[in-house]
């Protein structure tokens, strides 16, 4: 069983940054690939950002490409994701996820349903 704690969100105003770190525990924290998705008001969730469990490989969403940065520390047993130029649009409740057992494919790390396990979410408001 593995738990994911987030962190890091808050009140930013547009053009601002912020960093979101998720740690794990209970895992081999290598073994499982991490995504980051996010769920605004009134909105499905959405994919944002993934990262294979070396670390090797990520794939960032492209409505946020070039903005965010997702990376890991298997050393800290902690994945993030830099937040950088953001928008009004990018306000949402921010959720890490781990997957294992799985090759790092877009099919399946872009699936909220493929990850087993889900932290609380982190608020992050954009004001304009």
């Known amino acids: 069983q593995v738990q994911l704690v987030e962190s890091g969100g808050g009140l930013v105003h547009t053009g601002g940054s912020l960093r979101l770190s998720c740690a794990a525990s209970?895992?081999?924290?290598?073994?499982?690939?991490m995504g980051w998705f996010r769920r605004a008001p009134g909105k499905e969730r959405d994919f944002v950002a993934a990262?294979?469990?070396?670390?090797?490989?990520?794939y960032v969403a492209s409505s946020v490409r070039g903005r965010f940065t997702i990376s890991r520390d298997n050393a800290k047993n902690t994945v993030y994701l830099q937040m950088n130029s953001l928008k009004p649009e990018d306000t949402a409740v921010y959720y890490c996820?781990?997957?294992?057992?799985?090759?790092?494919?877009?099919?399946?790390?872009?699936?909220?349903?493929?990850?087993?396990?889900w932290g609380q979410g982190t608020q992050v408001t954009i004001s304009s």
């Open positions: 996820a781990a997957m294992s057992g799985t090759p790092f494919l877009y099919s399946y790390y872009s699936s909220g349903a493929r990850y087993a396990y």
């Open positions: 209970g895992g081999t924290f290598s073994n499982y690939h």
């Open positions: 990262i294979s469990g070396s670390g090797g490989t990520s």
